[in-house]
């Protein structure tokens, strides 16, 4: 009875682990699409104002239109890096994604196997009570 008690708390253990690192798969599941939404709206925003600042219309100066030109090419800079964040976000996202299922089936079979543990535990609780009691019967018949 003790060993099948221990074994039942060391279900229990790994079932609240598994519960916690289910958890913090969930949340970095959600990072990952936090971040490469980020990097994209970053990326597109970028977009827009490079090709604003570069279709420059009118008399502009040199000096003026050479600014300009530096503007639009760091925010292209910019565009480009958010692009590559988003890519490496949408990477990560998809591993949290991998990681997150298998936490689940981890967790699955872990409730599957809590589950068999306890009725186990009952049928052998019950199995000693039907000893108990026809040993007690025995006992009354005599």
């Known amino acids: 009875m003790a060993r099948n008690a221990r074994r039942l708390q060391t ?12 958890r913090e798969a969930i ?4 990072n990952a699409q936090a971040d490469e939404t980020q990097s994209a709206n970053l990326a597109e925003r970028s977009k827009t104002l490079a090709r604003t600042y570069s279709g420059s219309v009118g008399e502009v100066a040199g000096s003026d239109l050479a ?7 760091s925010l292209a800079g910019i565009a480009s890096e958010a692009e590559r964040s988003r890519a490496l976000a949408a990477d990560e996202r998809g591993l949290a994604a991998q990681k997150l299922a298998q936490r689940e ?9 809590l589950a068999s543990e306890k009725r ?13 009691q026809a ?3 025995r006992k009354l018949l005599r």
């Open 11 to 22: 279900l229990q253990r790994q079932h609240r682990i598994a519960v916690i690192a289910r």
């Open 27 to 30: 949340g970095a599941l959600a």
């Open 67 to 73: 600014q300009s030109s530096r503007f639009a090419s």
């Open 105 to 113: 089936q981890r967790l699955e079979r872990l409730d599957e196997h």
């Open 120 to 132: 186990e535990q009952n049928r052998t609780v019950q199995l000693r009570e039907i000893a108990d």
């Open 135 to 137: 040993m007690l019967a």
